[in-house]
């Protein structure tokens, strides 16, 4: 795996801001919003204030729903999501800000999501074809000894246990990149349920942010479910080998998200998806994920100059802290076009 170690990041960031916060000096930045980058995010803050104690910055993982609407109500200096804003949502979040010009997308990192599972008998390698991965999640294959399964892993004694789906019960970009994977890989998935943040799933539990998700899987045999790579791997969840679009099978390591980002063309907007990669060492589950300012803050232009160094900071410096933490460094050409965008908040 990619990730040579994980510490206690969302910990770690967590007591950083609690300890510093009741200072009445300094700048104070509000984020609110994706869970999946969340530790990234955290350690790149406490790196920052480390650097610079007199800018404090506050993030809360409330999912990628809930962020959008926390900046689009202007309840926090900056918003995060997984699931880059719609054309409708920003329009929105315009009508209730007019006098903030204009929204910058700006995509901050990339990571892979992960489909964990939970079986007895130690099974440390499991195989798992696109079809047979999205009938899981349609609940038309519900055991573990399914014949399509055992099919794609030969000699691996697969228990006769009912498969137990596990997603995300809040607005979430996780889900938003997972299932419009699902909508480009099955044909079914798309007419039934298509994609969102938050759809009408066909089976499963659900849990609340990243944290709900592992913790259904953890504790219930026969579970399986999607959840940020850096997470799972931390708490050192048992991941599956997908079949990408050139037909093999691949875990999430920094190789193979790497090569699934290498054919994207970002647009001008910032706002590129990656619903099936085409590479053929590519891991077919990654996203990009993005963090929302506004381009005015001229009522509060300490807080504007404070965010865009910030944002400087994460793109350039902080990128060397991606790997460790379970996440892919931006492309440096895409990484300079954000750091363009970031120069217009004023």
């Known amino acids: ?16 801001i609690s300890s510093i916060s009741c200072s009445d000096r300094g700048v104070d ?12 995010y955290k350690r790149w803050f406490l790196e920052y204030y480390k650097l610079h104690p007199d800018v404090r910055v506050n993030y809360q993982a409330i999912g990628s729903g809930a962020g959008i609407r926390q900046f689009s109500a202007n309840l926090v200096t900056f918003g995060a999501s997984d699931a880059a804003m719609t054309d409708k949502e920003i329009a929105k979040a315009m009508e209730e800000n007019p006098n903030r010009k204009e929204i910058l997308l700006l995509p901050m990192t990339a990571g892979s999501i992960a489909l964990c ?13 696109r079809e047979v991965y999205a009938d899981i999640f349609l609940g038309k294959i519900t ?16 228990p006769e246990l009912e498969i137990a789906v596990v997603r995300r019960s809040d607005g979430s970009g996780t889900t938003f990149a997972f299932t419009n994977h699902l909508s480009a890989v099955s044909p079914e998935w ?24 592992a913790a259904w899987i953890q504790q219930t045999p026969g579970a399986i479910g999607y959840l940020e790579y850096g997470y799972a791997e931390l708490i050192h969840l048992s991941m599956a080998r997908l079949e990408n679009k050139a037909g093999h099978y691949v875990l999430p390591t920094l190789e193979t998200s790497q090569a699934a980002l290498a054919d994207v063309v970002m647009p001008d907007n910032l706002r590129a998806f ?3 990669p085409p590479g053929a060492n590519a891991y ?10 506004f381009k005015d803050y001229s009522d509060t232009p300490t807080e504007a100059a404070a965010l865009r160094d910030v944002l400087h900071y994460c793109l350039t410096d902080g990128q060397k802290y991606s790997v460790d933490s379970g996440y892919i460094p931006l492309p440096p050409d895409v990484a300079k076009r954000v750091l363009k965008a970031v120069d217009e908040i004023q």
């Open 190 to 213: 798309k007419e039934k349920v298509g994609v969102g943040k938050a759809v009408t799933w066909p089976v499963g539990i659900g849990g609340n942010g990243n944290a709900g998700v």
């Open 1 to 16: 795996m990619f990730r040579h170690r994980i510490v206690g990041l969302l910990l770690c960031g967590i007591c950083c």
């Open 274 to 276: 990656l619903p099936d």
């Open 284 to 293: 077919p589950l990654v996203t990009y994920t993005w963090m929302l300012c």
């Open 117 to 129: 599972y939970n079986l007895p008998g130690n099974i440390s390698e499991l195989k798992l074809s």
């Open 143 to 158: 055991s573990w000894d399914d014949p399509a399964i055992a099919k794609l892993n030969p000699g691996v004694d697969l």
């Open 29 to 40: 930045l509000y984020g609110a919003g994706a869970t999946f980058p969340a530790p990234l």
